[in-house]
């Protein structure tokens, strides 16, 4: 037997690496399609990324997708009715391709009392926060690219106002749910109760 053959054996035979991979990639091709989403894009304050709800765009024009945002603690993002002394946030699509439509759906807001004299009270989030997102592309099948320009307020022992861009890109074809899918369903219809 030449040592080449021996190898080969090695590598198909069992207990063999490529044995070994068989129960990942079976595991692979059951767990839903995982489009990743866009990187995290990171302040000191906070981070942001946008989740896909499907692999493609599809037949149909109704897309789903997360904007999901982790604070450092003790910073609060304002909520877009904020109160009289916050400031909401600031939607810009006009980047984006093949949108034709885009609903934001906010989680309910806690109260902030910072100060009873003179009243001072804001509506925001602390936290981890998912934010539902549910678009409409222009055409059916087609790529869909989302570019989001956020501009939002932060507040701890002082306010900041900041502005992130993120994108998303989604190729045309049958697509599949993505393992963000069922989550983002979830805080759609928990976002549409309150």
């Not at 997708?65 to 904020?82: C, F, H, M, N, R």
């Not at 759906?105 to 009270?121: D, K, M, N, Q």
Request: some cysteine; charged content about 20%; overall charge negative.
């Amino acid at each position: 037997m030449t040592a080449g053959g021996a190898a080969a054996r090695a590598r198909v035979g069992p207990g063999g690496p490529l044995l070994r991979l068989l129960p990942l990639l079976f595991a692979a091709c059951l767990w839903p399609a995982a489009a990743p989403g866009s990187d995290w894009t990171e302040r000191e304050f906070a981070s942001f990324r946008l989740l896909p709800g499907a692999t493609a765009v599809a037949d149909s024009r109704d897309l789903l997708v997360g904007l999901e945002i982790e604070l450092a603690p003790g910073w609060q993002l304002y909520s877009e009715d904020p109160g009289e002394f916050g400031v909401g946030p600031v939607f810009d699509w006009s980047a984006s391709w093949n949108l034709a439509k885009a609903a934001v759906f906010w989680p309910a807001p806690t109260a902030y009392v910072y100060s009873t004299e003179p009243p001072i009270r804001t509506l925001g989030y602390k936290g981890s926060l998912l934010v539902p997102l549910a678009l409409e592309a222009a055409a059916a099948g087609e790529a869909f690219d989302l570019r989001l320009a956020l501009e939002y307020a932060v507040c701890e022992e002082f306010c900041i106002v900041d502005t992130v861009e993120l994108r998303l890109a989604l190729p045309p074809g049958p697509g599949a749910p993505t393992r963000h899918a069922a989550r983002l369903r979830q805080a759609l219809a928990a976002a549409k109760a309150d």
